[in-house]
């Protein structure tokens, strides 16, 4: 039963880590503080119950602490270990933070952040980001919920879940055709299109400008009232100026916040070192974050495949974009406060280091302990594909990009999208058509998700009408 694999204060992990209480939840994991039985403070962050059936989802979660450790700068939260737990559930072991998010402190602070402050925190995050290009890590998905303020100093870029490594794209196809990672509120064009062939250290700057933008003014760079038209406006539309939104704005550090917003990469700063040079430049004080000497940590190890070849076969109901509608939740209500979780990431993760970690203060020695598979436990089959509710979900979404696509197209016209699911229920690619308004459709179709269901894939073709003349 998934009730009995769910965590709780008390439960103790692989006869040494003790849950103390829960620290925080998102789409896919939930993170906790432990204590070892030496007596160091953790937090685990453990996969979802049920989700660890797909293998797919364990190398994606497991991935995290993988490209972590290969970062080897004090602003990356480290992962000390991971390990399964006897019932199959999938676990991580990281440093343990206190402090606050930069979204909980944006919040706090009525949702504007001082000029010097925002220079300092985009500083600080653009010198992390530098460390984590030359590692050939490119993160995806900079936003203030993945910025957090330790209370001792110092600033660490979370959740590396979704990262992309060029040593791993040779060995895995990390993001499959069409799928959406990151947050809508915070994506640069390129990753809003899906065109992942084009995603690189610039994708990372446009992230720093958006949150730069969105710290500065209160607001989103696009506006939108659904996630759809916030998706849409990413992929397709210029980001606002920012002094034409707030005119008080220094316009030295416009001109930087504005170029790295730039549509086109090539029109960006090339990297993330070259707009750190450039904030600097415009000399705007600041109190720079500063970080404490590093504590021992363990050396990366490369993936091992076979402990998550060793997870149950069954299906894992997990929708990408339904991922990122959940971390668009602040953007599309910006005027609601909202209080993140006081440690560790919240996304998707990566592989990481099995070595014991060295004992200081934030590494938590960890007994070596055996990889046995769990025992295999049957469950209940999945039901059959119940086409007629797809087709009610295809019309739904038909419906809804209708009114957001109309408007690229200036002619009435009709067009068909073919959208797959996988047994998950979770679509893994919608095709139809290469302009603006077809590749607007896909991506609103693309949303759409089904229950679980047995057997392979399955596609369904659905029309689509848009007619920029006569609104639904």
Partial sequence: MLAERRLHPGRILKGKWRIERLLGEGGMATVWAATHRNGHAVAIKALRPG?????????????????????????????????????????LVMELLEGKSLKQHWTEAKKQLPEQEVVAIADATLEVLSAAHRAG???????????????????????????????????????????????????APEQALGHWERV????????????????????????????????????????????NVVPRID??????????????????????????????????????????????????????????????????ALACVATGAWLATFALAPKTPTTAASAIPESPPVRPSEA??????????????????PPKRASPPAPPFHEGEARQRLA?????????????????????????????????GASG??????MCAQNILRSVAVPPFRGGTVTLTQPIVLDPLEPP
């Fill in 433 to 438: 058509g290469h302009s603006p308004a077809e």
């Fill in 137 to 187: 890590v490119v993160h995806r998905d900079i936003k203030p919920d993945n910025i957090f303020l330790p209370s001792g100093g110092g600033l660490k870029l979370l959740d590396f879940g979704i990262a992309r490594l060029r040593e791993l794209e040779g060995m895995e196809q990390v993001t499959q055709t069409g799928a959406m990672l990151g947050t809508p509120a915070f994506m």
């Fill in 356 to 373: 014991p970690p060295s004992q200081s203060a934030r590494a938590v020695p960890s007994a070596p302990s055996a990889s046995a598979a």
């Fill in 251 to 316: 316009p030295r550090l416009a001109a930087v916040i504005d170029k790295a917003l730039a549509f086109e990469p090539d029109a960006r700063w090339p990297s993330a070192a070259e707009m750190k040079a450039a904030l600097t430049a415009t000399d705007i004080a600041h109190e720079p974050i500063r970080w404490s000497p590093q504590t021992a940590v363990p050396a990366p190890l490369q993936p091992s495949r076979a402990r998550t070849r060793r997870r149950f076969a069954a299906v894992a």
């Fill in 51 to 91: 989700l660890d059936e797909d293998p797919r989802v364990c190398d994606r979660f497991l991935r995290e602490g993988y490209v972590a450790n290969r970062i080897d700068h004090p602003g990356v939260v480290k992962v000390l270990d991971d390990d399964t737990i006897e019932d199959g559930l999938v676990f």
């Fill in 396 to 428: 739904a979404g038909a419906r809804s990009a209708r009114g957001v696509c109309s408007k690229m197209h200036g002619e009435p016209r009709s067009f068909a999208v073919a959208v797959t699911w996988d047994k998950s229920g979770r679509a893994v």
């Fill in 200 to 243: 690189d250290a610039r994708t990372d700057v446009f992230g720093i400008g958006t949150m730069m933008w969105t710290l500065l003014t209160g607001e989103l760079v696009h506006e939108a009232t659904t996630l759809q038209e916030l998706l849409v406006a990413a992929g397709s539309k210029p980001a606002r100026a920012l002094r």
